[in-house]
């Protein structure tokens, strides 16, 4: 498996382990180094699976590496979208939790194509058509009883 810059970050099809959240914020940190802009990214599974912690990861890690203040990462659970500024990479954080028709996903142009953005979406199983949308899927898991979590990663 490969994503935007062509260096494998796991093997297809497999499970990465991020039980621990130091374990969460490794993998967060690996993506910084393969998404640069124009990137999407889906994030399914069950709430408090660690969807929202990775992206808090993922935003204070490009901000760490951009010389920028770490900032609170909060879920947009009722504001649809949080937007981050990190040098000239904007990076968009949707929660499409609270939508309920597949019509209203339309009015936010969450699907803006700018090589200068990064497009996190935690909840896109209402998303319908994603023919046209080269993603990056990852699918975060409870495991043992809900004691472990993992993430699959889908290109």
Do not use: C
Request: proline share 2%; net charge neutral; no cysteine.
């Amino acid at each position: 498996m490969v994503l935007s810059n062509q260096m494998p970050i796991a093997i297809k099809d497999s499970k990465i382990d991020i039980t621990s959240e130091k374990l969460t914020k490794e993998l967060a940190k690996k993506f910084t180094k393969y998404l640069k802009g124009g990137d999407f990214v889906f994030l399914y599974g069950e709430m408090g699976v660690g969807k929202t912690t990775f992206v808090k990861y993922f935003i204070n890690e490009y901000q760490k590496i951009n010389n920028l203040t770490q900032t609170e990462i909060t879920s947009p659970t009722f504001s649809l979208l949080n937007e981050y500024q990190v040098k000239n990479i904007r990076i968009k954080h949707y929660d499409l939790f609270r939508i309920n028709r597949k019509e209203d996903i339309y009015n936010l142009d969450i699907f803006e194509k700018d090589n200068k953005l990064i497009t996190l979406i935690e909840w896109p199983q209402l998303i319908a058509d994603t023919q046209d949308i080269k993603f990056i899927a990852l699918t975060f898991n409870y495991l043992n009883d809900l004691n472990d979590r993992s993430v699959d990663i889908k290109v």
